[in-house]
């Protein structure tokens, strides 16, 4: 069974660093592409980047290009989002997911990490 | 790259079909036949419910279909059942340097 497990919530103070994780299981880790995906307080979903873990190639959304960095450490099966300096805007719930074999679609999703920024 | 345009809510009766737009450009919805659809509730994950505009993942209900027309995609949800009341969110492929965007997402709401 495919499976994306994502790490607990967190609640940090503005200016301070964060990792949270995304673990797959039940299939092929550096096969898959595996995406990260922000979703504000009652609004959509916006798509941050993604990450192949084979050869950590990623790309960015414009929008997020130099405000988080996306890794990978396959021989954990573990992608990661990070934040060095984190903003009250950075408040939300983050998803991984993961892009199907086919298409552009994204066919399994973690159970979200939600991320509270607080002074 | 802005977000695809779908409306902010659609309802219908049990029963009924719905269906919901989902507007772009020629760079991404109108350019590749990668549109894809997301059933959410609340406090949920996002649920893969179509692929490449109207392809159906194993265990989705055929209730749900999808086509393109142009810059415009939909889905369309017929036999609507009160487990159908959810946000729904289209995406689609947008090439290689902002490869995708969503669109701001429908709450469907079953009268």
């Known amino acids: 069974e495919v499976q994306l497990v994502q790490s607990g919530a967190e609640v940090k103070k503005p200016g301070e660093s964060l990792k949270i994780s995304c673990k797959g299981s039940?299939?092929?880790?550096?096969?898959?592409?595996i995406g990260w995906v922000r979703q504000m307080p009652g609004k959509g979903l916006e798509w941050m980047g993604i990450?192949?873990?084979?050869?950590?190639?990623?790309r960015y959304s414009p929008s997020f290009q130099g405000q988080v960095t996306i890794s990978a450490d396959k021989s954990i099966s573990t992608a990661y989002l990070q934040w060095s300096s984190l903003k009250a805007s950075d408040t939300a719930m983050y998803y991984c997911?993961?892009?199907?074999?086919?298409?552009?679609?994204?066919?399994?999703w973690g159970q979200g990490t939600l991320v509270t920024v607080s002074s | 790259q802005s977000a695809l345009t779908q409306p902010r809510s659609v309802s219908g009766s049990p029963g009924q079909s719905v269906t919901i737009s989902c507007t772009g450009t020629?760079?991404?919805?109108?350019?590749?036949?990668?549109v894809s659809w997301y059933q959410q509730h609340p406090g949920k994950a996002p649920k893969l419910m179509i692929y490449?505009?109207?392809k159906r993942p194993s265990g989705v209900p055929d209730r749900f279909s999808g086509s393109k027309s142009g810059n415009t995609a939909s889905l369309t949800i017929s036999g609507l059942q009160a487990e159908d009341e959810a946000d729904y969110y289209c995406?689609?492929?947008?090439?290689?340097?902002?490869?995708?965007?969503f669109g701001g997402g429908t709450k469907l709401t079953v009268l």
């Open positions: 990450i192949y873990p084979g050869d950590s190639d990623t």
């Open positions: 995406c689609s492929y947008a090439g290689s340097y902002t490869p995708w965007v």
């Open positions: 039940g299939y092929s880790f550096t096969s898959y592409w």
């Open positions: 997911a993961r892009r199907g074999v086919v298409g552009a679609n994204f066919d399994y």
């Open positions: 490449d505009v109207s």
């Open positions: 020629s760079s991404d919805v109108g350019g590749y036949n990668y």
